[in-house]
């Protein structure tokens, strides 16, 4: 099953509060994400820790319910 735009922002939000949080379903099947987060969280760090936080916050959906996400992240 794939997984929803409301779903997603869920799982994003929970993990990031305060964030402003962008998201495109690239392909139209629930698979493929484009997701441009802005948090706090990120800041000071480098933009690999960054996208390991978010798939921390996906809690190992990554390669099964969402196939590909196309991370675009930042501080304020």
């Known amino acids: ?40 969280a990120f800041a000071g760090l480098p933009r690999v820790r960054q996208h390991q936080l978010v798939y921390a916050a996906l809690g190992g959906k990554m390669g099964g319910v969402l196939h590909a996400l196309a991370l675009e992240t930042s501080a304020p």
């Open 1 to 40: 099953m794939p997984m929803t735009h409301d779903a997603l922002e869920a799982d994003l939000r929970a993990a990031f509060p305060d964030a402003v949080i962008e998201l495109e379903d690239t392909a139209g099947d629930g698979d493929h994400w484009r997701a441009k987060i802005i948090s706090t």
